[in-house]
């Protein structure tokens, strides 16, 4: 394909800004500093065992455990440092935040701080990197409070506590076969395939949308004994199939990449549960609200499928905690209201007793 058929990332993004006569291109410039620091991840994922770099970070030291209490892999560490090392400098920042830091980053001086908020997990899918399935980066952009922007004072945990549907923009960037970084900017969602002699991410899949309906579902099973009524009846009834209450057969796939899932239900269709359960009552679900469910969330709502707690939608949640973690439901549209439903509803119960399905935990 000759070059110029292709829209390059770059070329997308100015033709993106013209809709905004103000902007100064600040955010451009850090779209494009946060793609940098993914090609730069793809090239160490890339290089595999050669690269030394599979493994668990600090093996030697008895390994290194980060705030979720999870091993940190050697290629989680660098992803981490590379995107800091990327996005510090450019002046558009105020701070970041990542899964693999226990609190925000503060943009060393005398590097200018920007208006902007990078919020990041820097490798998805940790556990698939020895095993080279595909992994991948997640982002989310949101705005500093106007005074954090003014003082240029150091960030708080708090400042980063923002609902969803404030995000300014949403990606994530997934090395499989081939390296693709998918953006939201609040305008519908494109992706871009990395040409890895170019170096230039080249516009592939624009104005992606999420079919409405699916038959193909993505969850642990391995986890059914803790779901909840609510989930148990959504899957019991997917696993029915033709004779069941469906009336359709359905698939099942699961990758443990929650980027490679969306990734995919993305292309065609799906849904996705890590929901709440009751495995460890600590915890309100086992993925991160602040950079999985959110950006992952605003990808799905731009591409006009769904994403949610379950309970209530993604993007409205507040959230209470840097690294809370939440349950998570998205993909098809259809799919993930009715899931919302099914938690709506009340369950029936051995006894025939209808309870809503939340008490039902309680009981046994
Ligand atoms: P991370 O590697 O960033 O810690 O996230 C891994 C997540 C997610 O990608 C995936 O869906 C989930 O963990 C897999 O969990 P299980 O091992 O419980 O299936
Ligand atoms: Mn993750
Ligand atoms: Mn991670």
């Known amino acids: 394909m000759p070059l110029r058929h292709r829209t390059t990332l770059t070329q997308y993004l100015i033709e993106e800004r013209r809709r905004f006569p103000n902007s100064k291109g600040n955010f451009n410039a850090l779209i494009l500093d946060v793609a940098l620091a993914c090609k730069a991840i793809a090239r160490a994922v890339a290089m595999g065992e050669l690269g030394g ?87 989310s952009v949101l705005r500093a409070p106007q005074d954090a922007i003014d003082s240029g004072r150091d960030l708080t945990e708090q400042d980063f506590l923002q609902p969803g549907a404030t995000q300014a923009a949403a990606g994530y960037a997934l090395y499989g ?31 992606l949308k999420v079919p409405e309906d699916t038959q193909e579902f993505a969850i642990n ?23 069941g209450a469906r009336g359709k057969d359905f698939n099942m796939r699961w990758i443990a990449s929650m980027v490679a899932e969306a990734h995919r239900i993305l292309m065609r269709g799906g849904v996705f549960m890590y929901p709440k359960d009751n495995k460890d009552p600590s915890k309100a679900g086992r993925l991160r609200l602040l950079y999985e469910a959110n950006p992952i969330g605003m990808i799905m709502e731009q591409a006009g499928g769904r994403a949610s707690t379950g309970r209530e939608p993604m993007l409205s949640v507040k959230p209470s905690g840097l690294h809370q973690r939440i349950g998570l439901v998205f993909g098809s549209k259809n799919e993930v209201e009715r899931i919302e439903r099914y ?16 008490r039902t935990l309680f009981r046994d």
């Open 53 to 139: 770099l599979y493994g668990d970070h600090a093996a030697e030291a008895g390994g290194a455990i980060n705030v979720q209490g999870e091993t940190q892999k050697k290629l989680d560490v660098l992803s981490n440092d590379l995107f800091i090392r990327m996005n510090e400098w450019g002046g558009h920042l105020a701070g970041m935040a990542s899964e693999e830091m226990d609190h925000p980053y503060q943009i060393p001086k005398p590097n200018p701080r920007g208006k902007y908020l990078l919020v990041f997990d820097p490798l998805d899918g940790s556990s698939n990197i020895d095993v080279n399935v595909s992994v991948g980066s997640i982002f």
């Open 343 to 358: 938690h709506r509803e009340p369950v029936e119960i051995e006894n025939n007793t209808p309870l809503f399905a939340e």
């Open 177 to 207: 076969p081939t390296t693709m970084l998918v953006l939201t900017v609040g305008n519908g969602v494109s992706a871009f395939t990395l040409d890895p002699n170019l170096g230039e991410f080249m516009l592939t899949h624009p104005r």
């Open 221 to 243: 099973a391995s986890n059914s004994r803790f779901w909840e009524p609510p989930i148990k009846r959504y899957v019991d009834e997917c696993l029915a199939g033709k004779s």
